[in-house]
């Protein structure tokens, strides 16, 4: 068994999987959420070896790919594979999008259960978005430590709501500090060699390789305006009036405990739960109220199957809505909310250079905390041809 394919098992194994099912014809089985949930988490810690040590990056790798003549395939041409086009959005913050390349869920979405022999079958499948994640991990270290802080940071901002619902998870997230993330990663390897075998040392080439894939400076970040098609979204929502620095303390606490709240409730009852998105916000009469009679109509997008929401505030409601979009213009903007000013222009003139007019209300998501060291915000409008 490679790497890649005992840390599936293992993972599957501490979500209570595989169950035996049937009277006469025993067969052992998996919930495909499970099987989905446990190629996450593989995905997790390739990217976090790969993020935090490329000897040992490259060790697996030359695990993984074991059957692999070295000589007719080279390492260059490995990780040149397992790199992709990489077509994954702006400034990206995890590896699911490039490594499974749009394709998620695996198994959900094809049947009821799989059958813990077809698990077996995909073992190359295994291997293949392990290496993605470690390829991934080593060209984004920067952007898989911003990603923890944040889980870490909503995590300890939600738990206590969820566990006064009556969730059993832990208070705090699971990683201390993202140190301990990617020791935890490694310790699969040492259990690896405990309970499987030695890992064999890799072609020399092999690490180099991976290395020079390390970006040496952040990726460049497109914050150029670009029009692009949105299809319609559910969302919590919630609608407020005021100054926002008035308004959002009381929005966010409810917004946030609601949705986790469903995310951890569909999680208890073993169903396919979410990501949690970024918050987007629209703007109705920004530039025609004053500030502090502003309308305030906040979302976090929600599954499309969802029917109702818990409510964490007394005070404050959180509705279902769903937005619609179709074709929308959008520019990324770096910096202080109160310096979008040029941004928003320069963003009316491209929609107007290319034939279009406003068609909606201003928004904006929120792909970085309000005090990240370089606040990232989507300023978007709906747009129409004239």
């Known amino acids: 068994m490679n790497f890649a394919s005992f840390v599936f098992a293992r ?18 089985v998996v919930n495909p959420a499970a099987a989905d949930g446990s190629l996450r988490g593989l995905v997790e810690i390739g990217a976090g070896i790969g993020a935090a040590d490329a000897q040992l990056a490259s ?3 030359a695990n993984v790919f074991a059957k692999r003549d070295w000589h007719v395939k080279s390492a260059a041409d490995l990780v040149k594979d397992l790199s992709g086009t990489e077509s994954a959005p702006v400034d990206p913050m995890h590896p699911y999008e490039t490594v499974f390349e749009g394709r998620f869920p695996l198994f959900a979405s094809q049947a009821s259960e799989v059958t813990w022999e077809k698990l077996g079958e995909d073992e190359p499948l295994y291997g293949i978005l392990f290496g993605r994640a470690v390829v991934w991990g080593i060209n984004n270290r920067e952007a898989l430590d911003r990603a923890l802080n944040l889980q870490r940071a909503d995590w300890e901002a939600n738990a206590g709501d969820a566990v006064m ?108 739960t979410f990501k949690v998105s970024p918050p987007r916000a629209r703007w109705p009469d ?16 929600i599954p499309e199957d969802t029917r109702a929401l818990p409510q ?28 979008e000013t040029a941004n928003i222009e320069r963003l009316h003139k491209f929609i107007e250079e290319n034939g279009y007019r406003i ?13 990240a060291k370089v606040v990232k915000t989507i300023i978007r409008y709906p747009v129409k041809k004239k």
């Not at 993972?11 to 052992?28: D, N």
Request: proline share 9%; aromatic share 8%; hydrophobic share 40%.
């Open 165 to 272: 619902a009556g969730l059993s998870i832990p208070r705090h997230f699971p990683h201390a500090t993202n140190q301990a993330f990617y020791a935890s990663c490694r310790d699969f390897a040492r259990v690896y060699e405990v309970e499987v075998g030695a890992l064999t040392a890799p072609p020399p080439e092999l690490e180099s390789e991976l290395l020079k894939r390390r970006c040496p400076v952040p990726r460049k970040l497109k914050t150029d305006p670009q029009l692009l098609e949105m299809p319609s979204q559910k969302m919590a929502v919630v609608r407020a009036k005021g100054a926002p620095d008035k308004v959002f303390p009381q929005i966010f606490p409810a917004l946030y405990g609601s949705v986790y709240t469903l995310k951890f409730d569909l999680k208890k009852k073993g169903l396919e």
């Open 286 to 301: 920004a530039t025609t109220a004053p500030k502090d009679q502003w309308t305030h109509i906040v979302g976090i997008p």
């Open 11 to 28: 993972l599957l194994r501490a979500a209570g999987w595989p169950q035996q099912k049937g009277l006469v014809r025993k067969r052992l």
């Open 312 to 339: 964490k505030a007394p005070d404050v409601k959180v509705n279902i809505e769903t937005w619609d979009y179709g074709t929308v213009a959008q520019i990324l903007h770096l910096g202080a909310y109160d310096q």
């Open 59 to 61: 060790r697996l790798l």
């Open 359 to 371: 068609a909606g209300d201003h928004e904006e998501e929120y792909l970085s905390r309000p005090d």
